[in-house]
């Protein structure tokens, strides 16, 4: 599903854009930071769960949000397209902070942070 090079991108400390369809049809576009779970299929997000990407995306219930999480560095570039859900189960945010902090730094303390788990079924980019 995804070249050794695209893999190797989104290793990279790259600041990524997670887009969700809101209930009108419009695009809400936000930056994040992105990893990814090769062996597992799944890309994750750590958020608050007051913000606006983790209600919209609870919003669709269990069968999960349709979203893309894109990043760009130059002409290299990669998108992976997928149903969202949110976890606040302590052990799945955890895991999605320990890859976060080993992709980008250790994130603030934030009581109210869940993960936002990204199962992949589509894999777009050019790794260069």
């Not at 991108?9 to 990814?36: I, K, M, Q, Y």
């Not at 608050?48 to 269990?62: Q, V």
């Not at 052990?91 to 902070?97: D, K, N, T, Y």
Request: hydrophobic fraction near 40%; glycine fraction near 8%.
């Amino acid at each position: 599903m995804l070249s050794e090079r695209l893999a190797g991108f989104w290793t990279e400390r790259h600041l990524c854009v997670l887009s969700t369809v809101r209930a009108d049809g419009t695009v809400h576009a936000t930056p994040v930071g992105a990893t990814l779970d090769v062996e597992a299929g799944i890309a994750r997000v750590i958020c608050s769960g007051t913000s606006h990407k983790a209600r919209t995306i609870r919003k669709a219930g269990a069968e999960g949000a349709a979203v893309a999480v894109t990043q760009v560095d130059g002409p290299r570039w990669s998108t992976l397209e997928g149903r969202a859900v949110v976890s606040d189960d302590p052990a799945r945010v955890a895991e999605a902070v320990r890859r976060y902090a080993k992709r980008y730094r250790e994130p603030r303390v934030n009581p109210r942070r869940v993960a936002i788990e990204i199962t992949i079924t589509k894999v777009l980019g050019n790794a260069g």
